[in-house]
T-cell receptor
């Protein structure tokens, strides 16, 4: 299994509070991604990173920010959590984004915003 | 991203072969066909990918139509552990874009 960990694995928070999710990899892969998964929508890309301090927006980036200060860590921040951000969040990594590159996914973080 | 079409759900008996179809009529010449699956309460995992030729690995086989407008993921002997959502994704130089996939149920 690819060395990807996510923390916390479960979190319950209240509307309006800041939340930070962490993704940590031990594979030294260049690319890291954050997805969210909701019933009826499948996985949707929030943000991704193509190197330290290099990030780009995905399909559903509003309300989220990211940071990558080290190759191994990719942080997802909800500045002021809302109930619509209740979801399961998956981190993924890959060595590239080419047609032959495989993405490896973490175990997920279940976030509930009350 | 080019779009794929998959059935919402399929059912198979244990130890029988399963053929999961995917239509991608707008595929471009540089799009690779990827398959991922997501077991219950887990993140997606890679299954197989191909460009033009059929591919085999330890998990599955991928049969690609000659015109590349469709493909079929073949599980040779379904087990209960193969019950999952299977995603067919076209990829060139972008992060994976997931559709809703096919939910495969395996009956003992």
């Amino acid at each position: 299994d690819a060395g990807i960990t996510q923390s916390p694995r479960h979190k319950v928070t209240e509307t309006g509070t800041p939340v930070t999710l962490r993704c940590h990899q031990t594979e030294n892969h260049r690319y890291m991604y954050w997805y969210r998964q909701d019933p009826g929508h499948g996985l949707r890309l929030i943000h991704y990173s193509y190197g330290v301090k290099d990030t780009d927006k995905g399909e559903v980036s509003d309300g989220y920010s990211v940071s990558r200060s080290k190759t191994e860590d990719f942080l997802l921040t909800l500045e002021s959590a809302t109930s619509s951000q209740t979801s399961v969040y998956f981190c993924a990594i890959s060595d590239g984004t080419g047609g032959v590159d495989e993405q490896f996914f973490g175990p997920g973080t279940r976030l509930t915003v009350l | 991203d080019a779009k794929t079409t998959q059935p919402n759900s399929m059912e198979s008996n244990e130890e029988e072969p399963v053929h999961l179809p995917c239509n991608h009529s707008t595929i471009s010449g540089t799009d690779y066909i990827h398959w991922y699956r997501q077991l219950p309460s887990q993140g997606p995992e890679y299954v197989i990918h191909g460009l033009t030729s059929n591919v085999n690995n330890r998990m599955a086989s991928l049969a690609i139509a000659e015109d590349r407008k469709s493909s079929t993921l073949i599980l040779h002997r379904a087990t209960l552990r193969d019950a999952a959502v299977y995603y067919c994704i076209l990829r060139v130089n972008t992060p994976l874009v997931f559709g809703k996939g096919t939910r495969l149920s395996v009956i003992a």
